[in-house]
């Protein structure tokens, strides 16, 4: 087998927090060049993201206040994987949460992982029209604070080209869309 394709070997794993949305892990491997070292990796179940469309082809979007960066980005509704739960419930339980809407057609644009060089982190990402408005919006989670905002789709291209803050996965997902919207 030719240098590259073979897997190192795990030596040592040692988990060091367990917590509700994620695990942290050190493992100490041996790569097939034989040197060993220690890798960090926080282990996760995994996202699922929403590009919601209204109608008119507005894209509906979140500002959240994000305590790890100290302010708000503008983000498309997401969420985590829950146990025994698939990606499309999580954005669509997601979508009721966090913007009030339904959507009745859902497609499967793609998904990739978020920072691999540390995390395991994958982002399913899909795009949901036939929106219609609840009238009775599930209660959004007690530790969000979300605004909802429309854009269009050269609004929200012109907002990160203008370095707003706009997270990285709301970008990738945007780009993979692009060409549906």
Not at 10 to 20: A, E, H
Not at 152 to 161: F, G, K, N, Y
Request: aromatic letters at 10%.
């Amino acid at each position: 087998m030719p240098l590259g394709r073979e897997v190192p070997q795990l030596l040592k794993k040692r988990l060091f927090y367990t917590g509700r949305k994620f695990n942290f892990e050190v493992n100490r491997l041996r790569l097939p060049n034989k040197a060993e070292g220690e890798w960090e990796c926080i282990r996760h179940p995994g996202g699922a993201l929403a590009i919601p469309v209204t109608p008119e082809g507005k894209l509906v979007l979140v500002r959240q206040y994000r305590f790890a960066v100290s302010g708000r980005l503008l983000e498309f509704p997401a969420g985590t994987v829950e146990i025994d739960e698939n990606p499309l419930e999580t954005v669509e339980r997601e979508i009721q949460e966090e913007i009030g809407y339904k959507a009745h057609e859902w497609q499967k644009i793609g998904e990739f992982f978020l920072a691999p060089g540390y995390s395991d982190e994958i982002i399913y990402t899909f795009l949901a029209k036939g929106l219609e408005k609840l009238e009775q919006p599930p209660i959004q989670d007690a530790d969000e604070d979300i605004e909802v905002v429309f854009f269009t789709s050269s609004e929200l291209e012109q907002a990160i080209m203008d370095g707003e803050l706009v997270d990285s996965k709301s970008i990738s997902s945007f780009f993979l869309a692009r060409h549906l919207l």
